[in-house]
């Protein structure tokens, strides 16, 4: 069964030069445990959504707009996609993520073809 | 037709006892809630139809299992080709069973059933109304008249829940040994929300809610049995027979609230006291202490005053403290308030509630202002009991609550009772 983590943090937040090498540390040793299990099937860090453009057609007619699609306190930064036997175990996994600790972690599972 | 009767008492008291062995068994042979539960369903109309004339089987739990089984296997076989897999594995778990439908791995199934329904990725609602759907075998109806919602919304409710367990897949399985305490904890939650919830109704709904504190009480049994190693579900266990004990002494005829205080304690009921202090001191041996042994620790002590100026305040008052340290919440220290009130007089007491009142962590809490309003009074301070009061009646949840209030702000006006 496929999953996907939805990394969501509050992207205002700045870390000194040390902290965010700390935590690219972090990441990057969750990752490497999820390769090495053989569940990571993709994953994406995403930037900020000060770079982000919304797009919508109404109508025939193109809308865009700068930002994310709805100002909330925290943002998605980055997701995975992950193979796993069932909910409890993607929680197991989720609950490695670093982000866990500072932000949250949503679990959804994915349409099945 | 005597013969009759006993078989349909039979299939009642099979209901009661293996409503949820049936429905936890089918759901793990075919992993399908809905059409576990249409077939246990099926299992006990097939049961009431057969027993009269063959007799009840000496296995009423494997009788009832096999025919749900091959109910199952039966509709599977007439659903669509898709389904053909789906019957497989039915057959595959079923043939691994013992063939004697032997009760190995039944218990498991309903410790497996309790951790599913009460899994927190449910919402807790959710979670208390699959519980008493699957394992108790209340009726969806019967389900939304307890919680007093319409039956359209606890039927949503209860469809929504399955889909998540089946779409997200929520496991059917005792969860692993490092995540057992916390999972543990939350059903311990839902067992316990469901004996609040009948435990707190006392007007309209009232018997169906009376159900709820024993269907509470079957299922913290079960819990007991199933986890005889675990101190705090054996704790829950022991608080909810000590909270029961009084059922009968906490409305008086007229329908209105007596306080713990007044109770006609002769109304207490001394083997379901007997039961729960023996359930306790096993839990207590075991040394680890937890919030439901400690609150029924505190209940113990209440049941074993033969009246209430005998009661134990100095040993309550330790218990609140200690439950204020591993379960700290703003009712545990207005509770250790009271206890200190009791111990070393009211002044001591008010002076930690208006500690309370001044974090106003419980500003829309009926009981804070009740609490001061008993103190103030208790003290002679007779104007200041009556805002309190007021304040308190203001807050309070339910009529019999607010009558009780009332009652209370009227005596304020007459002689003192202290």
């Known amino acids: ?113 | 037709m005597g013969g009759l009767a006993a078989a349909q008492a039979a299939v009642a008291d099979a209901f009661r006892a293996d409503w949820g062995r049936v429905v936890a068994y089918l759901i793990r042979v075919t992993g399908n809630w809905d059409l576990a539960e249409e077939c246990a369903q099926d299992a006990f109309e097939r049961a009431l139809q057969r027993w009269p004339d063959d007799g009840v089987p000496s296995s009423p739990s494997a009788w009832l299992k096999t025919t749900a089984r091959n109910r199952a296997l039966d509709r599977l076989r007439r659903a669509s080709v898709g389904d053909a897999k789906q019957r497989e594995i039915v057959m595959l778990r079923a043939s691994e069973e013992a063939d004697d439908g032997g009760d190995s791995g039944i218990e498991d199934d309903q410790l497996r059933l309790m951790f599913t329904c009460c899994h927190p990725a449910l919402p807790i609602e959710a979670q208390v109304a699959l519980t008493l759907r699957t394992l108790a075998g209340l009726s969806t109806p019967e389900i939304a008249h307890a919680f007093l919602v319409p039956p359209e919304t606890m039927a949503k409710r209860l469809t929504r829940a399955k889909h998540k367990i089946t779409e997200a897949r929520i496991p059917y399985r005792v969860p692993a040994a490092h995540h057992l305490g916390e999972r543990l904890r939350a059903v311990l939650v839902v067992i316990y929300a469901l004996f609040n919830e009948g435990y707190g109704a006392s007007t309209g709904a009232h018997l169906i809610r009376t159900d709820l504190c024993s269907e509470a009480i079957r299922l913290g049994r079960l819990l007991a049995e199933l986890m005889p190693d675990e101190p705090e579900a054996l704790g829950l266990l022991s608080l909810m027979l000590l909270h029961n004990s009084r059922r009968a002494a906490r409305i008086d005829q007229h329908g209105e609230l007596v306080t713990l205080e007044d109770q006609n304690r002769g109304r207490w009921d001394s083997a379901a006291i007997a039961e729960a202090t023996r359930i306790l001191d096993r839990a207590v041996r075991r040394r680890q202490p937890g919030p439901y042994q400690l609150q029924a620790a505190i209940a113990a002590c209440h049941a074993h005053a033969p009246h209430a100026a005998a009661t134990d305040w100095d040993e309550i008052t330790i218990l609140y403290q200690r439950l204020s340290e591993i379960a700290p919440s703003p009712v545990v220290l207005l509770n250790h308030a009271v206890a200190v009130a009791m111990a070393r007089g009211a002044a001591a007491g008010l002076a930690l509630v208006d500690q309370l009142q001044e974090a106003g962590s419980l500003a829309d809490y009926y009981l804070l202002p009740a609490t001061r309003a008993d103190l103030l009074r208790r003290m002679a301070r007779n104007p200041e009991a009556a805002i309190a009061y007021q304040r308190a009646l203001d807050l309070a949840p339910t009529d019999t609550e607010r009558r009780f209030l009332l009652r209370r702000l009227q005596e304020l006006d007459g002689p003192a009772r202290d």
């Open chain 1, 1 to 113: 069964m496929r999953y996907a983590l939805l990394v969501c943090v509050d992207e205002r937040v700045e870390l000194s030069e040390a902290d965010a090498e700390r935590r690219f540390a972090e990441f990057s040793d969750f990752q490497d445990d999820l390769r090495s299990r053989g569940v990571l099937l993709a994953r994406e860090r995403l930037r900020p959504t000060s770079l982000a453009t919304t797009v919508s057609t109404r109508g025939g007619d193109l809308v865009v707009a700068d930002g994310p699609f709805a100002e909330t306190k925290e943002q998605i930064a980055g997701f995975y996609i992950i193979e796993c036997a069932d909910l409890d175990d993607a929680i197991d996994i989720a609950s490695r993520n670093p982000a866990a600790a500072y932000g949250t972690v949503e679990v959804r599972p994915v349409w099945e073809v």
